[in-house]
Nanobody, 116 residues
Framework: QVQLVESGGGSVQAGGSLRLSCTAS????????MGWFRQAPGKKCKLVST???????YYVDSVKGRFTISQDNAKNTVYLQMNSLKPENTAVYYC??????????WGQGNQVVVSS
């Protein structure tokens, strides 16, 4: 059974930091690309960051220099370190696993609230 279990969300003041974790099971983590998406209230789901199975990373412009994606293959876990958080980063954050453009598996979502 495939599972992506997220943790680490919560509430923080602007300028603060949070680290999201996503632990995978039920599929070959080493063969998968991993990504973080977010959905703000009333808005569509959008890509935040990805890390390929080779370790290449991608960030949307709005988070570059503030967010860092990383993974620990020994723990089947991907992380999103979020620094200098802004109120507009408030959203439900989802991790996902797939290959290329196909995101096959999704986590349950993790609420992040940034207050001003």
């Amino acid at each position: 059974q495939v599972q992506l279990v997220e943790s680490g969300g919560g509430s923080v003041q602007a300028g603060g930091s949070l680290r999201l974790s996503c632990t995978a099971s039920g599929f070959t983590f080493d063969d998968s690309d991993m990504g973080w998406f977010r959905q703000a209230p009333g808005k569509k789901c959008k890509l935040v960051s990805t890390i390929s199975k080779e370790g290449a990373t991608y960030y949307v412009d709005s988070v570059k220099g503030r967010f860092t994606i990383s993974q620990d293959n020994a723990k089947n876990t991907v992380y999103l370190q979020m620094n200098s958080l802004k109120p507009e980063n408030t959203a439900v954050y989802y991790c996902a696993a797939g290959v290329g453009c196909a995101w096959d598996y999704w986590g349950q979502g993790n609420q992040v609230v940034v207050s001003s």
